[in-house]
């Protein structure tokens, strides 16, 4: 069901957490606890009740146990990722912290994680869907990311790094390709809570030197093993910026991520990653 008009857009990575009903609902993840709101603005206390087995009944994959290991909790977290072709459409919306927005771009994702490689094209555009500029990412099976850019006319530049700015958003192309679940060089830090939910925290670093980044710092939430929070360290260890799932939504019978929410420190904004749709070819 794709959108009837042209929403010029890039496409973010559509981290799906299976679910089997077509309903369309959100989970406001920026509370205390994780409460589901639907359309008519019920809620519920929690993303899904445990059965006897263990087994989600929504769908959705519980985390390893605590004995785990870093490397099992990230395979638990690719694993939600759909491995047929979805395409997402949606928005970046810069903000100021007083909630003022100042800029939108509309973004279009479209995405074959099942691939050999697996692949991702983004298309990032203006308010009249004109093509601002698109990316093609690739991933090898080590995690490494290529990037290949083009601009608005269509040709080639040199890619930037996985850390540059996205048309001077507070996202990278670290938060809208997750390239980082994918780094195999992860050690596992002490358990945290994050805004009520019980994460393991895992630490991983690249494969390869990415400019400002020695690390990335995971908080995966250990019930449903999907990434609640990143964090960028840079080459001191001090954070960078930091990233946070604020809500996650089921459309089309998919649950993903529905808001993402990316926060540099001392520059006053911060950039929203809005879903809006999803489609499967």
Known sequence: ??????????????????????????????????????????????????????????????????????????????????VEPVALYGSLIVRRQSGVIVREIPFAMSLDWGASPPVAEYTLMDSFGRTLSSARVTRSASGATALECLDSEGKQVPAPPLTAQILGTDITWLDITLAYLWWEDATLLAPETFKGSLCDVVEVRPPAPIEGCA???????????????????????????????????????????????????????????????????
């Open 1 to 82: 069901m794709r959108r009837a008009i042209a929403i010029a857009a890039v496409v973010f990575a559509a981290y799906a957490i299976g679910a089997a009903e077509a309903a369309r609902s959100d989970i406001d993840m920026d509370g205390t606890g994780i409460a589901a709101r639907s359309d008519t603005g019920a809620e519920a206390t929690d993303v899904a009740a445990r059965s006897d087995t263990g087994v989600e009944a929504t769908g959705i994959a519980a985390c390893p146990d605590t004995g785990a290991d870093a490397s099992a909790i990230l395979r638990a977290a690719t694993s939600l990722f759909p």
């Open 215 to 281: 690390a990335v710092r995971l908080w995966i939430d250990r019930k449903h093993a999907f990434l609640r929070q990143a964090e960028q360290l840079g080459p001191d260890g001090a954070r960078v910026r930091w990233m946070w799932v604020a809500s996650v939504g089921k459309i089309g019978g998919r649950w993903m991520i529905r808001n993402l929410e990316v926060k540099r420190p001392g520059t006053g904004f911060q950039t929203k990653l809005h879903v809006d749709d999803l489609d499967t070819p």
